[in-house]
């Protein structure tokens, strides 16, 4: 259970502007930039190259699973809010999965407000576990699954993304209608913006906007903003922050043990 109230001190300073969250990753960054800095050698990348080549790419790489979802272990930064009652939480965890592939999430500090931690974060995991549940194939944003519409391209500030309007073929549970930025080089997923569909568990419309960026050679991070509407509470919203590692190799005691120790709770979330 949640606990009513939180003391206002611990993980204050994450829940303020993007630029002091990252702060919070200092401890894991150092962990993880211990592990090995290259690619493995069926993740070489070929420079250059067309739009067909770059969503080819794409396809692939989804085929393969997502890096976050497979990851092992991925930390996480939740950051909720009730704008409208001032009110907010944030959250310290470390992601790892289980023999039979279920996400596990250790808490390692929480700081906030009882109410946004019930009814805001709270139901964001449980989603989350329902997609988890759902067979993965049948919402992965492929050409199986999604119609896409080349629309253009933007300038990414280094690079050049190929800009697709998509549209699942199937309306159901988890999946997305809106755009996806994909690398023209490498056909990474660069932005994923849209509707999330057929999750009333946060209401009717649920607006996402998910970039995935490198940290640096061997470290990602994948920025998901959430956006929803309550009975009663208002607007709800949710940034959650994820950093993973090209290592597999990577162990969640490190990362445990390399948080400040001014974190005063270690729970166990199932």
Partial sequence: MWPQSCPPKGMQSLIHKSPARWCAWSAFLLTLSLGPNARAAGDLIVAGGSRDLAFARYVATQEQRDAFAKAQPVGIVIEASLPGLYKSAAMLAVRTRTANQRSELQVLQFSGDGTVAQEVIDRYFTVRRQLEDAAASRTTITPANYKFHFAGE???????????????????????????????????????????????????????????QP????????????????????????????????????????????????????????
């Fill in 154 to 212: 933007v300038k990414t500030g280094g690079g050049v993304a190929y800009i697709y309007h998509i549209k699942p073929k199937k309306k159901q549970q988890g999946s997305m209608a809106g755009q996806i930025w994909m690398d023209s080089a490498t056909g990474d997923e660069v932005m994923l913006t849209g509707e999330l569909l057929n999750t009333s568990l946060m209401g009717k419309r649920v607006d996402i906007v998910r970039e995935t």
């Fill in 215 to 270: 940290v640096n050679s061997f470290l990602k991070a994948r920025i998901t903003h959430v956006a929803f509407t309550l009975p009663r509470l208002g607007r709800a919203e949710l940034v959650i922050t994820e950093v993973v590692t090209n290592d597999e190799s990577g162990s969640p005691s490190n990362l445990i043990t390399s948080v400040p120790s001014s974190a005063s709770q270690n729970p166990s979330w199932q």
